[in-house]
């Protein structure tokens, strides 16, 4: 928690618990309220961050780790799943407390994740709401965007941001606390005025962190693809992407000052392009010195990676590659979009291979559960991955809000995708079926793992 008392308007801005089956950190941070919190500074407001994620019990060797938990009861509509049910983040006495250590905000910003994760965030606004009786509360995220009427019905949340860009953040909460606009910094050029852009210069507020295990970094907004199961084009309207050279200047700018060792892109398109982009940004790494592990949770596309992307890879200090493959299928690869085949697959690994990594560090994500999809065609892509000398790591999917292929799930799932976000969640493979079934899913989880 951080907080500096100033006469501007004091805004606190909160990043929910998950609630949900299961949840490990693969280096989450709340990367848009971040860059909210630091254009609000920039900008002389006062904040005060609270991140109940922010609270691991167990940090491995790159930062990530689990999350804290506190086991909590079903959500009736889930009852039948024979799993837990857990939040995950800061134990509810601790951020009492912290509350009631803060001063009254002029103005509360929630953020949100996954659709399926909005019971976490309802309970952290009825919290709030409680605390703090005059503020008004304005929520945000994925989980807002891609459901906002059920938000706009059920959160208790004052306004909920229907998407946009930092600045449209910053024009909306001027408003709302009265703050007359003329006399803000404005730094046009550290935000771009195009909806969904990106900051060239003004960085995430990760300095409000006590420790800084690991930071996360984008160099880009949207992807120029249109997979039928991703909300990426529908989140970001376009592709944008940060001049290489500031980049490096914001990496430079952690390792050196923070000296965090551990970085994330949360770039859905990183590779996009190289020669112009990646190739760039980590010959200058290289040139600079910087030393830090970098990690790609979200995958990089295959289809970039020839011997020059991959040796900067090795050489730049990728230590998570995780590849978006999905299906070694042909015709569920044409139908979801085309993003890669298999020719291209086998290539990229033999790259990455010759350039230095094993089998076992290329992790490739399998989409299994998608609707009408045969358990016969999760055991080949397995097979395939296998056969290609890279280690196949199956992701089940989860049916999302204005995506193609959300149709076609409503259509083949048991449950109602369309009124209870709830069902979109991952572990309870909403799109099960005679021709995959759960067991199906257990069994060749089991056997991945051995
Ligand atoms: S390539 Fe990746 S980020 Fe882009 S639309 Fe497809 S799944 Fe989404």
Redesign the pocket.
Same mark, same amino acid.
């Given at each position: 928690m951080f907080h500096v008392k100033q006469s501007s308007p004091h805004i606190l801005l909160i990043n929910p618990w998950i609630t949900d089956f299961a949840a490990y950190n693969f280096w989450i941070r709340p990367l848009g309220l971040l860059y909210i919190a630091s254009l609000l500074r920039e900008n002389g407001f006062q904040i005060t961050l609270i991140d109940c994620l922010g609270f691991q019990i167990k940090t491995k060797r790159y930062g990530d780790g689990k999350f804290f938990k506190t086991k909590i009861e079903k959500p009736s509509l889930l009852k039948s799943i024979p799993k837990n049910y857990s939040q995950y983040g800061i134990p509810e006495e601790m951020l009492l407390k912290r509350l009631s250590n803060i001063e009254e905000p002029d103005l509360i910003c929630v953020s949100s994740g996954m659709t399926y994760w909005y019971l976490g965030v309802f309970k952290l606004i009825e919290i709030i709401r409680r605390f703090f009786k005059k503020a008004s509360i304005i929520l945000g995220g994925i989980y807002a965007i891609l459901c906002y009427e059920h938000a706009v019905k059920y959160s208790g949340a004052n306004i909920v941001f229907n998407g946009g860009s930092e600045l449209d953040v910053l024009k909306l909460i001027s408003e709302l606390t009265n703050t007359d606009i003329q006399k803000l910094h404005f730094n046009d050029s550290a935000i771009s005025h195009k909806p969904s852009a990106i900051s060239n210069d003004l960085f995430p507020a990760f300095d409000l962190y006590p420790n800084l295990d690991y930071v996360c970094i984008t160099t880009s907004r949207g992807?120029p693809? $249109?997979?039928t199961?991703?909300a990426?084009?529908f989140l970001t309207k376009g592709f944008f992407r940060r001049d290489p050279l500031k980049v490096v200047g914001e990496i430079e700018y952690w390792t050196n000052r923070f000296q965090v060792n551990n970085i994330a892109f949360y770039d859905?398109?990183l590779l996009i392009e190289p020669s112009t982009h990646f190739i760039p940004i980590m010959k200058e790494v290289i040139k600079r010195g910087i030393y830090c592990n970098f990690h790609t949770p979200n995958?990089i $596309?295959i289809r970039e990676i020839d011997e020059e992307v991959a040796d900067l890879l090795f050489r730049g200090g990728f230590k998570t590659i995780r590849l978006?493959f999905e299906s070694s299928n042909k015709d569920t690869q044409i139908e979801t979009?085309g993003?890669v085949d298999n020719q291209e697959f086998r290539q990229a690994i033999k790259h990455l291979k010759r350039a230095g990594y094993s089998g076992e560090e290329i992790g490739v994500y399998i989409m299994i559960g998608l609707p009408g999809q045969r358990v016969g065609e999760v055991e080949e892509s397995i097979a395939f991955v296998k056969e290609s000398g890279a280690k196949p790591m199956l992701v089940e999917y989860s049916p999302i809000p204005h995506t193609p292929l959300f149709e076609k799930a409503k259509k083949m799932s048991q449950f109602d995708l369309e009124n209870e976000p709830l069902f979109h969640n991952n572990s309870i493979l909403p799109c099960q079926w005679d021709g995959f079934t759960v067991a199906d899913f257990k069994r060749l989880k089991e056997e991945l793992r051995r």
């Open positions: 992807c693809f $249109h997979c199961y991703c990426s084009p859905d398109a995958a $596309h978006g979009g993003k």
